[in-house]
């Protein structure tokens, strides 16, 4: 199910990147640019923000008051963007909201609205624990994990290793003491002295 989900968030963003660009079909150029024209600016991070709550929600790391917080404070960080950027920019959601407010409170009222909305989306998010601490844990958690497993893999790397070393010096020693039949007789006896001095520099070495 989590790698139906990121690999359906991953082209979104994609979409949504390269939205203006040749790389892309018409169906994915479309998705991209509708994406921009509802959120504005928005659109770049609204993706990642869904990937974490997805995430957190299956992990039980966040609740439903997190999961609201996270969404108003989205939307809160949304509407902001009709005071700091031009409104063509900003999409529609935060263009038509301004439109109907600004008539009426002007902008400082609407700029309060705004504050109100972020005040109560970090109050929700911060009220019963830290869920960015929870979220910090998991990541250890899973990085701890991964460590011990390198270590656990490079020990059984090492340990093949030294097997195969072990094997060879001693497929090398016995190697030594294979008698060779067709040794004349006379010669026999200065041969099994050489090979003794070899069987006892290779067992020194290899020691």
């Given at each position: 199910m989590l790698n139906v989900i990121s690999l359906v968030l991953t082209y979104l963003v994609f979409a949504t990147i390269f939205h203006d660009t040749k790389m892309v079909g018409?169906?994915?150029?479309?998705l991209g640019t509708n994406h921009i024209a509802l959120f504005g600016y928005m659109a770049y991070l609204d993706v990642f923000l869904l990937a974490y709550?997805?995430?957190?929600?299956?992990k039980k790391i966040v609740d439903f008051d997190a999961i609201l917080g996270w969404t108003?404070?989205?939307?809160?960080?949304?509407?902001?963007?009709a005071l700091i950027f031009d409104l063509k920019d900003v999409g529609i959601i935060a263009g038509i909201i301004y439109s109907i407010m600004a008539p009426t409170v002007g902008k400082i009222g609407y700029g309060a609205f705004v504050f109100f909305s972020l005040t109560?989306?970090?109050?929700?998010l911060t009220e019963e624990e830290n869920h960015f601490v929870k979220l910090y844990e998991e990541i250890k958690e899973v990085i701890n994990l991964n460590?011990?497993?390198?270590?656990?893999?490079?020990?059984?790397?090492?340990f093949s290793k030294q097997s195969s070393s072990t094997s060879k010096r001693k497929r090398a020693i016995d190697n030594l003491?294979?008698?060779?039949?067709?040794?004349?007789?006379?010669?026999?006896?200065?041969?099994?002295r050489e090979r003794e001095k070899l069987r006892k520099v290779a067992t020194q070495a290899f020691s």
């Open positions: 018409e169906f994915t150029m479309s709550l997805i995430y957190a929600y299956i108003l404070l989205f939307l809160s960080l949304t509407l902001l963007q109560i989306s970090i109050l929700l460590q011990e497993r390198t270590f656990c893999k490079e020990q059984e790397d090492l003491d294979i008698e060779n039949y067709y040794t004349p007789p006379k010669a026999k006896t200065k041969l099994e």
